[in-house]
């Protein structure tokens, strides 16, 4: 890579398909082989925004996540839809990380791997559903952020013209480097052709750990350590329960009125 | 409708489960028959609609009817095709709506479902346990009963054939009011309720009703893929079928679909159609227990079209991309029928699928008329729509489609491969059926009908 | 300390539900409640804060504070937070809210618990935080051994207390650090396009119980007074008498709104895949039998033409009153 050339960084989060994932009660945690992981659908938003910018602006893409090592078939279907090069952080002292240990990781990730000009992610993930990580890690880079992008109409080197949402849509401008997340009107991310999925099959993958990004980071700030969340229980909710209340005759409509006034419906 | 008749009714089920309110009774009346072989219903106000909880209801409910001669009408999801629900004449509609029992029986790999459970609610309750299940004729609204009785088939049909290969045991109420119970959680059964249970399936509902079912769940595959290959040339696409699956490999399903329909039907659901290549498409669904097999089958169906002149192939793996494409491929049908006359359910042996086309292209010039295409491309089962056309009148569309099903009969095939006859296809039964095999039925029917002496 | 979100000098409702459950937990802790308002002009805004609940409302008045900056909203509120030294800080979950927070949990390197729906003391005092997390199916019960515990609390969960204007508490105006070019800019405000259904928080859907299209005017205007928008079911979308973009259902849009009001709808699996997921579902239907019903928390089994009307003159007449 040149120096001038226009570099993204895609985060990409290996998520279990939640229509099939099933969740461990006794013991609290999510069953990992009741389901494959895939991209987080939102970062396939994200990776299908780099690629048609890089389209545009010529340049790499470069996808980062931090996963079990298992993800790294997630990142060759990154490298199948566009990606030039995917690196995958994978430790055991990464796991057990909340939103802040986890932005930190990628944060050092992304400084070790130099230069960028623009940094992408999904508006949230589907398992975690924090929208946390995005702005967190332009915290530590230092760099200004654009959250719920739900278009980007204009792209130079420089600075990129954005529709955001903020409670209502803004038309924003952001100068790089930066870091944008993304919603799923962003775009509709293409199917991968057959045959670039046959060659991402054969791709490598850059699998770093934690001692590699000791030149760059605190490794003690990664992982359980790192977190200052912690989960103490968890409860599975009781099911929902339709509350059934079906009236019938004169004062029906009266009834109902009154029963969505107590709920502070009719406000 | 006969106050007594609905008071009977209501003595059956309770008050609160029978409708004879016009207005509600309306939701009722219809399928999603074609507009154009539609059959009228009758008047709300001489159609009352009864909901039996269980077998033993349906039983008295059919006893009721037959004692006062009043037609039963049996309705599911009201998704078919044929107007096999539509009560054409004064009498009770049976709807199975609340017939919602379901078991995944994990050790056997089996389910046992209510007559109304949905193939929606199935196919959750079957995932939830790891399991799968293969027949989808698109619309998951449709219900396990109906889905039987019609002998459903759909979209991921190739591998293991239509809803008869699934069920292994039955629940049917004999039109006398005999609770029969055939066959069960049972892989094989060579006694006659085994066999017995296979002439209440795809017959429509005309010998008994069916109230529950035992069928055959398919494991989870690990690995699964739609592979979207699109065509400039249509017969090259569709030749291309029987040649894939002379090669040994038996996909899940093989779908045809055209750029116009397809685009129409992706916008309609503010989706996108993946490829911007090509005018005709395969669908090709794979399913397999791992990746490594997966890709092996992936790349040889791909030679095979690309040494037909496909163009190349786009892959969809995650489970949202592969919905969404069985999504815009299931709402052709809805999306066409405000524009369509009717849509034919041709069936050829698969090896003729092509000389099928050919024949259809030689309409659409008679004609000067664009006929939309799609259908499952590996059972030679397509689905030509017969467009509405200014002018024409009911001579004119009647007459295209007797030349459409004529074809069919010509090349080997039938009127309707998987959508059934109905009350709406009546007519056409004897291009495909003898007048000995018709009687036949006839005669089964009767016998079936006739209260038994003891 | 409670974040108070304002856009162009209105505050966020769920800024007074904060100071609601912010008021309880301070009293349990017995510590005070504070709040913090960036904006221009907004001093008499920031009255209402104390009205409902905050003892203390920190001011950052400046005309590059008028509009919402994530990076001059954060400098300015870490400030804030290393002076004050909070012990809890509480951020709607809004979409401006949850932009900022994690700004502002990295900048002091604490903690962040996002989109919680309860928030309770254990024996200790600390806080626990509960968020639904695997999408709704588990509970996940959070706590934070960093200070200040930071938490985004979604909106309408928490009840807002009866604003008190006799309340007393101390306005503080603090001084703005001001960054020539924090690198983001709103250039302008978009008009929302086309009705966007899915996340609406009020539907009011019609189905074949409805006569004629001109009768979706009725559910218009309750939809309206409800503050929603009005969708359809399949078969008013087949006979043309509504858009697609408006049809609720597997083929449609599939809508989670807080309350949905089914009219005439009977409820067939295609349209009960669309919404059933919804908060809370009031069915009007003549079929007592209606399948919409067993998805129903409230029901009127009767002629939607003599129901409907009821419920609109109801609101219009407490509209008035106001």
């Known amino acids: 890579m040149t120096d001038n050339e226009f570099h993204i960084v895609v985060l990409i989060k290996p998520v279990p398909d939640m229509e099939k994932v099933r969740f461990d009660v006794e013991k609290g945690v999510v069953d990992r082989s009741s389901a494959p992981l895939e991209i987080n659908p939102f970062d396939l938003n994200a990776l299908e925004a780099a690629v048609q910018i890089k389209e545009k602006l010529g340049g790499e893409v470069t996808a980062v996540s931090m996963a079990p090592p298992a993800a790294e078939s997630v990142l060759r279907d990154a490298i199948a839809r566009g990606a030039d090069r995917a690196v995958l952080l994978t430790d055991r002292r990464f796991a057990g990380a909340d939103t802040l240990a986890t932005s930190y990781a990628l944060a050092s990730a992304i400084r070790k791997l130099g230069r960028f000009n623009l940094i992408i992610c999904g508006e949230k993930t589907v398992d975690g559903d924090t929208g946390q990580v995005g702005p967190e890690v332009a915290e530590m880079l230092g760099i200004p952020h654009i959250a719920y992008v739900t278009e980007i109409r204009e792209v130079t080197k420089e600075k990129l013209l954005v529709v955001s949402e903020l409670g209502a849509p803004y038309l924003m401008e952001l100068k790089l480097p930066g870091l944008i997340t993304v919603t799923k009107d962003v775009n509709k991310p293409r199917l991968p052709t057959l045959k670039d999925k046959l060659k991402a099959r054969k791709a490598k993958v850059e699998v770093w750990s934690a001692d590699d990004l000791a030149d760059v980071a605190d490794v003690s700030r990664f992982g359980f350590s790192g977190s200052p969340t912690q989960v103490v229980k968890v409860l599975v909710p009781p099911m929902k329960k339709r509350r059934s209340q079906i009236f019938k005759g004169e004062d029906a409509v009266d009834k109902l009125i009154e029963a969505l006034e107590m709920e502070g419906l009719l406000r | ?454 | 300390m409670v974040f108070a979100e304002q856009h162009n000098g209105k505050i966020h409702p769920v800024t007074f539900e904060l100071l609601s459950k912010g008021r309880e937990l301070a009293d349990r802790k017995e510590v005070e409640l504070s709040s913090v308002i960036l904006g221009h002009q907004i001093r008499e805004e920031a009255k209402e804060l104390i009205y409902y609940g905050a003892d203390k409302v920190f001011i950052f008045d400046h005309p590059t504070l008028k509009e919402f900056d994530s990076i001059l909203y954060k400098q300015n509120i870490v400030s804030l937070i290393r002076e004050e030294k909070p012990e809890i800080v509480l951020i709607g979950a809004t979409h401006l809210g949850r932009s900022l927070a994690p700004r502002i949990a990295a900048a002091l390197n604490t903690g962040l618990t996002a989109d919680c729906i309860d928030l309770q003391l254990d024996e200790d005092g600390e806080l626990i935080q509960v968020r639904p997390a695997f999408t709704g199916n588990i509970l996940a019960y959070i706590k934070t051994k960093t200070k200040p515990v930071m938490t985004t609390v979604r909106y309408k969960v928490f009840k807002a207390r009866e604003r008190d204007p006799m309340r007393k508490g101390e306005i503080i105006e603090k001084e703005v650090k001001v960054v020539e070019d924090t690198g983001t800019k709103i250039l302008g405000k978009i008009p929302r396009e086309a009705v966007n259904i899915s996340d609406a928080g009020v539907v009011v859907a019609g189905g074949r119980g409805l006569r004629r299209p001109d009768d979706l005017k009725m559910l218009e205007e309750l939809a309206s007074l409800l503050g929603g928008v009005v969708g359809v079911s399949r078969p008013l979308v087949d006979e043309g008498w509504a858009s697609k973009d408006r049809q609720v259902g597997f083929s449609g849009n599939i809508v989670k709104p807080k309350l949905y009001v089914a009219v005439g709808i009977s409820g067939s699996p295609q349209h009960l895949a669309g919404m059933k997921d919804s908060e809370i579902v009031v069915a009007i239907n003549v079929d007592p039998s209606a399948p919409i019903f067993n998805v129903a928390d409230y029901g009127v089994v009767g002629d939607l033409y003599e129901v409907i009307p009821k419920p609109i003159e109801k609101i219009k007449l407490r509209k008035m009153k106001l």
């Open chain 2, 1 to 454: 409708m006969r106050e007594d008749i609905v008071e009977a009714l209501k003595n059956i089920v309770g008050d609160d489960w029978v409708v004879n309110n016009p207005e509600a009774v309306k939701s009722y009346l219809e399928d999603e028959t074609e507009p154009g072989v539609k059959v009228e219903p009758a008047p709300a106000t001489d159609v009352v609609v009864v909901k039996p909880v269980n077998a033993q209801e349906v039983s008295e409910i059919l006893k009721l009817a037959n004692r006062e001669g009043v037609p039963v009408y049996v309705r599911g999801g009201g998704t078919g095709l044929a107007c096999g629900c539509v009560p054409s004449k004064p009498g009770v509609v049976i709807s199975m709506e609340r017939m919602k029992e379901i078991e995944i029986d994990k050790e056997n790999l089996m389910a046992v479902v209510g007559a109304g459970v949905t193939l929606g609610e199935l196919l959750k309750a079957a995932a939830k346990e790891g399991f799968f299940f293969p027949p989808h004729p698109g619309d998951e609204g449709a219900q396990i009963g109906g889905l039987i009785a019609c002998n459903a088939v759909g979209a991921r049909a190739v591998r293991t054939g239509p809803m008869r290969n699934y069920v292994l045991g039955l629940e049917v109420v004999l039109p006398t009011g005999e609770i029969l119970r055939l066959g069960g959680r049972l892989v094989k059964d060579n006694t006659g309720a085994g066999k017995l249970m296979h002439l209440f399936i795809g017959t429509e509902g005309i010998l008994g009703v069916i109230t529950k079912a035992v069928l055959r769940l398919s494991p989870q595959y690990k690995a699964t893929a739609t592979m979207v290959v699109p065509f400039n040339d249509r017969r090259a696409c569709l030749n291309t079928v029987p040649e894939i699956l002379q090669s040994g490999i038996i996909p899940l399903g093989i779908e045809y679909v055209q750029k116009k329909e397809v685009e129409l039907t992706a916008k309609r659901l503010g989706l996108e159609w993946p490829s911007k290549e090509g005018e005709y498409y395969l669908l090709i669904m794979l399913a397999e227990f791992n990746e490594d097999t997966l890709y092996a089958q992936l790349e040889e169906i791909a030679s095979i079209c690309r040494k037909n002149g496909s163009l190349e192939p786009l892959l969809a793996e995650t489970p949202e991309e592969q919905t969404n494409i069985l999504k815009i491929r299931s709402e052709i049908y809805p999306t066409l029928k405000p524009y369509m006359e009717d849509s034919p359910d041709i069936t050829v042996p698969p090896a003729n699928i092509g000389k099928l086309i050919e024949e259809l292209e030689k309409l659409e010039r008679k004609y000067d008329i664009y006929i939309p295409l799609f259908g499952h491309a590996a059972d030679g089962n397509l689905h030509p729509v017969i467009p509405v056309k200014e002018g024409w009148t009911k001579e004119q569309y009647e007459k295209l489609r007797m030349e459409m099903y004529q074809i069919a009969v010509k090349l080997g095939g039938v009127t309707t491969g998987e959508h059934g006859v109905g009350e709406a296809r009546k007519k056409y039964l004897k291009l495909n059926l003898s007048n000995e095999a018709i009687e036949t039925l006839r005669k089964i029917k009767k016998v079936l009908e006739t209260t038994p002496s003891h």
